[in-house]
């Protein structure tokens, strides 16, 4: 009997989830890819993540979707990027939402798999292009890319990684 239970245990090992590690409402994010670290906004309350870009322009290249940006921030170049669309997410604008209007404001983004680093963490993650300048972060980190690294969020917290060093 004690090995079956000695069995069991190891078999639900797997099973059980690690503990997420706990990050503030802003933190540091690396993007290699861009050269360039970003102070970011964790935000549970957004699907995906979404970096401030400008002149954004999608083209065809070899049959594929692509997209042309520059990164809109304070410190940033004017550098301009090429990068593969993985995909164009419909977004809902919610400002725009009206009870007399029969339908909302629909943005199309385009998407892009782009590595990140928090702390010592890199991960990919889908990040879509808009333009955030109006907004006190660049970077905004949705719930899907906070569960690619396996984050919980205190919104009492700032800062609370290290730089990042991947």
Request: glycine content about 4%.
């Amino acid at each position: 009997m004690k090995s079956i239970l000695a069995l069991l245990a190891l078999v639900a090992l797997p099973v059980m989830a690690a503990e997420p590690t706990l990050y503030g409402r802003y933190e540091y994010i690396q993007l290699p890819e861009i050269g360039e670290t970003f102070k970011a906004k964790m935000d549970t309350g957004a699907l995906t993540a979404s970096l401030s870009a400008q002149d954004i322009e999608t083209f065809t290249r070899d049959g594929e979707d692509w997209v042309r940006f520059r990164v809109s921030g304070k410190d940033t170049s004017n550098k301009v990027y090429e990068h593969k669309v993985a995909r164009v997410s419909k977004i809902k604008s919610r400002a725009d939402e009206d009870e007399d209007k029969d339908e909302a404001t629909v943005a199309k983004r385009p998407v892009i798999d782009l590595e990140m680093c928090l702390g010592n963490v890199k991960r990919t993650v889908e990040v879509n292009l808009t333009d955030r300048s109006s907004f006190n972060y660049p970077l905004l980190i949705g719930a899907k890319a906070l569960r690619e690294f396996g984050a919980a969020v205190n919104p009492a917290r700032r800062y609370t990684a290290d730089k990042p060093d991947c």
